[in-house]
């Protein structure tokens, strides 16, 4: 699978495990930055991310900063993006089965590096179960905003 990842400085170090993880795994990891702790704003790594899930050149995208919600906030700005915040196993799970998230983020200061790499391979492993769901993501996928 094609994965797009990035971070501010907040999340570099989970990043950097995050790449790892998935390149062990077998996926194709492109890293969108930052490459350092220097000081980052995380809106344009997370535009990133997501315009590119969006537009259909990554499968999947990996974001990560402090806590994880101003990457979610940020991506979700994009339509076609459904990321999740999951601070658990569970939320990974269930935002893959029900809601069929293609960006994943996580806070780096709130989640230890062993559970982020459970909640990751969660959302990595996790299918999209369709049917009922499948129609609430659809109506998700139609709204405009504005």
């Known amino acids: 699978m094609k994965i797009l990842v990035g971070s501010d400085h907040a999340g570099f170090n989970l990043k950097e495990a995050v790449k790892k993880h998935l390149a062990q795994a077998g996926h194709q990891v492109t890293d969108v930055g930052v490459f350092n702790t ?20 990554a499968h999947r995208g990996v974001l990560v900063c402090g806590s994880g919600v101003g990457m979610s906030i940020t991506a ?14 569970e939320h ?11 960006v994943l983020c996580l806070g780096q200061r709130l989640t230890p590096e ?12 996790q299918p999209f179960e369709g049917g009922r769901h499948a129609r609430r993501v659809a109506k998700i996928d139609s ?3 504005g």
């Open 38 to 57: 220097d000081s980052a704003d995380y809106p344009q790594q997370a535009a990133q991310v997501a315009s590119g899930v969006a537009a259909g050149q």
């Open 76 to 89: 979700n700005r994009f339509h076609g993006v459904r990321a999740v915040l999951a601070p658990t196993v």
């Open 92 to 102: 990974a799970r269930l935002g893959r089965q029900h809601n069929d998230a293609n």
């Open 114 to 125: 062993p559970l982020a790499m459970e909640i990751l391979d969660a959302f990595m492993e």
């Open 143 to 145: 709204l405009t905003g």
